[in-house]
Every structure is written in C-alpha cells, then in structure tokens.
Nanobody
C-alpha cells in the first residue's frame, strides 16, 4: 500500500505556527483513522494527535492540547496538523500514520500499520 508522505516541516519560532500535511492514496485514507506522532531528540517516538474517520473525533496528547489541531480533507486524501504557540520542546521529527482497519483514533503505535518517512520540525529563535 502507498506510504503516507509528510510535508510542511521546517523552522518555526517560539510562539509561532507551522502546518504539517500528510498525503495518502484514496484506498488507504478512506475509512481509516489517521495519527501524528513525533520523535524528540533523546526520546522514543510519542503520540501527538489522531483523528477518526466516522464519527469524526479528535484526540490529543496533553502536551499539545489547545495548541495543535488535527484535521482531514477527505476530498484530497490529506490530513493536516496545525501547530500554534510553538515551543522549543516541540522540536523533533513528525510522523504521519494510518491506522489499521476498524481502529478508532489511538495513541498506540501498534494500532497503525503505515508510516511516513517523517518531517523535521525545529522550534528555535
């Protein structure tokens, strides 16, 4: 199956914003929950946010709740992660992931079966 492809990473300033996107193929995207994870230097990969297919619901890690928003554009088979109020501790490689069939939005890596290559986000002044 087609691997999801992330884009939109780069350098952001503390307090600033960045928007990540993840594109997949239609057969993968349809009916699947989608998630974003990140790997911060020196730490294991961790959950950031997830969005279900139907009914639409969003799920965030406490560290990003109120600052990040996950959304999906079904017509374009794309999921986005809008990041506001960036902090230096948000620096890391961000990965998009496609959930296994019939899995709702989850924070557990084992519930995802297709991963992107990752995109670097660096928050620094």
């Amino acid at each position: 199956q087609m691997q999801p492809v992330e884009s939109g990473g780069g350098l952001g300033q503390p307090g600033g914003s960045l928007r990540l996107s993840c594109a997949t193929s239609g057969p993968i995207f349809n009916s699947r929950a989608m998630g974003w994870f990140r790997q911060i230097p020196g730490k294991e990969r961790e959950f950031v946010a997830a969005i279900s297919w139907s009914p639409r619901s969003e799920y965030y890690d406490d560290s990003v709740k109120g600052r990040f928003t996950i959304s999906r554009d079904n017509a374009k088979n794309t999921v986005h992660l809008q990041m506001h109020s960036l902090k230096p501790e948000d620096t890391g490689v961000y990965y998009c992931a496609v959930a296994r069939p019939y899995t709702t939005s989850s924070r557990h890596e084992a519930d995802y079966d297709s991963w992107g290559q990752g995109t670097q986000v660096t928050v620094s002044s």
